[in-house]
Protein backbone atom coordinates (compact mmCIF):
# COMPACT_ATOMS: atom_id res chain seq x y z
CA UNK A 1 0.00 0.00 0.00
CA UNK A 2 1.30 3.30 -0.96
CA UNK A 3 0.57 6.16 1.12
CA UNK A 4 0.16 10.46 0.46
CA UNK A 5 0.59 13.42 2.41
CA UNK A 6 -2.77 14.07 4.73
CA UNK A 7 -2.71 17.77 4.17
CA UNK A 8 -5.11 18.53 6.77
CA UNK A 9 -3.58 17.18 10.02
CA UNK A 10 -4.81 20.03 12.00
CA UNK A 11 -8.41 18.45 12.76
CA UNK A 12 -9.82 14.65 12.55
CA UNK A 13 -12.15 13.53 10.02
CA UNK A 14 -12.91 10.70 9.13
CA UNK A 15 -12.85 8.55 5.70
CA UNK A 16 -14.86 5.35 4.71
CA UNK A 17 -13.93 3.12 1.58
CA UNK A 18 -16.09 0.61 0.45
CA UNK A 19 -14.49 -2.36 -1.81
CA UNK A 20 -17.76 -4.40 -2.72
CA UNK A 21 -15.45 -6.64 -4.73
CA UNK A 22 -13.54 -8.66 -2.70
CA UNK A 23 -12.92 -11.85 -3.50
CA UNK A 24 -10.52 -14.85 -2.00
CA UNK A 25 -10.42 -18.44 -1.96
CA UNK A 26 -11.52 -20.88 0.98
CA UNK A 27 -8.95 -22.70 2.16
CA UNK A 28 -10.68 -25.64 2.59
CA UNK A 29 -12.21 -26.11 0.00
CA UNK A 30 -10.50 -23.76 -2.99
CA UNK A 31 -13.83 -22.17 -3.86
CA UNK A 32 -14.27 -18.36 -4.19
CA UNK A 33 -15.56 -16.15 -1.45
CA UNK A 34 -17.19 -12.76 -2.07
CA UNK A 35 -17.29 -10.05 0.30
CA UNK A 36 -17.26 -6.23 0.47
CA UNK A 37 -14.45 -4.94 2.84
CA UNK A 38 -15.31 -1.58 4.85
CA UNK A 39 -12.23 0.30 6.00
CA UNK A 40 -12.77 3.19 7.92
CA UNK A 41 -10.10 5.58 9.58
CA UNK A 42 -9.06 8.42 11.07
CA UNK A 43 -5.79 9.80 9.71
CA UNK A 44 -2.65 10.81 10.91
CA UNK A 45 0.02 12.19 8.73
CA UNK A 46 -0.43 9.85 5.82
CA UNK A 47 -3.41 8.86 3.31
CA UNK A 48 -3.70 5.78 1.83
CA UNK A 49 -3.39 5.70 -2.11
CA UNK A 50 -6.42 4.71 -3.45
CA UNK A 51 -5.44 2.89 -6.78
CA UNK A 52 -2.85 0.77 -4.27
CA UNK A 53 -5.37 -0.02 -2.04
CA UNK A 54 -7.10 -1.66 -4.47
CA UNK A 55 -4.27 -3.59 -5.78
CA UNK A 56 -3.49 -4.84 -2.69
CA UNK A 57 -7.17 -6.10 -1.77
CA UNK A 58 -7.19 -7.72 -5.44
CA UNK A 59 -4.06 -9.61 -4.54
CA UNK A 60 -6.31 -11.55 -2.25
CA UNK A 61 -8.24 -12.92 -5.09
CA UNK A 62 -6.28 -16.36 -5.64
CA UNK A 63 -5.35 -16.97 -1.82
CA UNK A 64 -6.40 -19.62 0.37
CA UNK A 65 -7.60 -17.60 3.62
CA UNK A 66 -10.29 -17.62 6.82
CA UNK A 67 -12.64 -14.81 6.66
CA UNK A 68 -10.70 -14.10 10.40
CA UNK A 69 -7.30 -14.01 8.83
CA UNK A 70 -8.46 -12.01 5.90
CA UNK A 71 -9.71 -9.08 7.79
CA UNK A 72 -7.51 -8.92 10.44
CA UNK A 73 -4.34 -9.52 7.80
CA UNK A 74 -5.43 -6.34 6.09
CA UNK A 75 -5.89 -4.38 9.36
CA UNK A 76 -2.52 -5.30 10.41
CA UNK A 77 -0.86 -4.16 6.61
CA UNK A 78 -2.99 -1.17 6.63
CA UNK A 79 -1.88 0.03 10.20
CA UNK A 80 1.75 -0.99 9.16
CA UNK A 81 1.35 1.09 6.01
CA UNK A 82 -0.73 4.20 6.71
CA UNK A 83 -0.38 4.47 10.71
CA UNK A 84 -3.90 5.84 11.50
CA UNK A 85 -4.96 7.21 14.53
CA UNK A 86 -7.95 5.22 14.58
CA UNK A 87 -9.25 2.09 12.05
CA UNK A 88 -11.81 -0.03 11.81
CA UNK A 89 -11.66 -3.00 9.13
CA UNK A 90 -15.38 -5.17 8.80
CA UNK A 91 -15.54 -7.92 6.03
CA UNK A 92 -18.78 -8.82 5.50
CA UNK A 93 -18.50 -12.56 3.85
CA UNK A 94 -21.54 -13.70 1.25
CA UNK A 95 -23.25 -16.85 2.61
CA UNK A 96 -20.95 -20.09 2.56
CA UNK A 97 -22.70 -23.45 3.93
CA UNK A 98 -26.12 -21.45 4.90
CA UNK A 99 -24.39 -18.67 6.75
CA UNK A 100 -23.35 -15.16 6.38
CA UNK A 101 -20.07 -14.19 8.32
CA UNK A 102 -19.02 -10.86 9.47
CA UNK A 103 -15.35 -9.87 10.85
CA UNK A 104 -14.78 -6.61 12.29
CA UNK A 105 -11.42 -5.71 13.94
CA UNK A 106 -10.45 -2.18 15.28
CA UNK A 107 -7.29 -0.32 16.04
CA UNK A 108 -6.12 1.02 18.35
Given at each position: METIEN???EHDYTV???FPEFTCLCPMTSQPDFA????????????V???S????LNGYRDRGIFHEEAVNSIMRDF?????????????????R???YTTVTVRHP
Open positions: KFRNMREIIIEYIPGERLELKLKLYVAAVQPKQAVVTGHFNVGGI
